[in-house]
């Protein structure tokens, strides 16, 4: 058992930052990779971001490339969503999920899940 609680969400501005982060506990941290997904109002749920076990390789959805970075800290057991130029359109409620790299980037699922934090960017 893994579990996942978010950290950092807010209301931002156009154009500003925001450092999501995600500390887990339970079973081993390293063994998982580690996910960014979002769901705004009235959408489906829409991954964002992943990173492999040993933080060598990470995966974005195209509408957050050269925005975002996702980093992993096996250490501190925890995953960091930056989050930079913000636009509106990223507003949602951000989750944070361990499982393999294959099944959250691609499978759009996961084993484990934060409750999520909120993000809100004004215009």
């Known amino acids: 058992q893994v579990q996942l609680v978010e950290s950092g969400g807010g209301l931002v501005q156009a154009g500003g930052s925001l450092r999501l982060s995600c500390a887990a506990s339970?079973?081993?941290?390293?063994?998982?990779?580690m996910g960014w997904f979002r769901q705004a109002p009235g959408k489906e749920r829409e991954f964002v971001a992943a990173?492999?076990?040993?933080?060598?390789?990470?995966y974005y959805v195209d509408s957050v490339k050269g925005r975002f970075t996702i980093l992993k800290n096996n250490a501190k057991n925890t995953v960091y969503l930056e989050m930079n130029n913000l636009k509106p359109e990223d507003t949602a409620v951000y989750y944070c999920?361990?499982?393999?790299?294959?099944?959250?980037?691609?499978?759009?699922?996961?084993?484990?899940w934060g409750q999520g934090t909120q993000v809100t960017v004004s215009s």
């Open positions: 999920a361990a499982d393999s790299t294959y099944r959250l980037r691609v499978g759009g699922n996961a084993n484990y």
């Open positions: 990173i492999s076990m040993s933080g060598g390789s990470t």
């Open positions: 339970g079973r081993t941290f390293s063994n998982y990779g």
